[in-house]
């Protein structure tokens, strides 16, 4: 059974920082792409950063040196992290395994709970 847990949300201040950590199991860890997604109410998931299997990365504009998505195969989690965070970044976080083509990531219908990220002054 895959299980997907994402950790590390809370609230900061603008130009604070958060890591987030997505764990999984039940499911071949290198075998997939990784991403992280985040969602406010209301609008539809908004994809952020990429991780290849190769261990090239893809990020959205906006986010582009701010976050860092990596991985630790040794513990089959994916990380986010995020610094200057702005008001802008609060949503809820989500990771995903799938496939990236074509600048396109694949989703598979393996999705946590996700986790909050408040920035707000």
């Known amino acids: 059974q895959v299980q997907i847990v994402e950790s590390g949300g809370g609230s900061v201040h603008p130009g604070g920082s958060l890591r987030l950590s997505c764990s999984a199991s039940?499911?071949?860890?290198?075998?997939?792409?990784w991403a992280w997604y985040r969602q406010t109410q209301g609008k539809a998931r908004e994809l952020v950063a990429v991780?290849?299997?190769?261990?090239?990365?893809k990020y959205e504009d906006s986010v582009r040196g701010r976050f860092t998505i990596s991985r630790d195969s040794t513990k089959d989690t994916v990380y986010l992290q995020m610094v200057n965070l702005r008001p802008e970044d609060s949503a809820v976080y989500y990771c995903?395994?799938?496939?990236?083509?074509?600048?396109?990531?694949?989703?598979?219908?393996?999705w946590g709970k996700g986790t909050q990220v408040t920035v707000s002054s």
């Open positions: 995903n395994p799938g496939a990236y083509h074509g600048n396109t990531f694949y989703v598979t219908d393996n």
């Open positions: 039940g499911l071949p860890f290198t075998g997939y792409d």
């Open positions: 991780l290849l299997t190769s261990g090239s990365t």
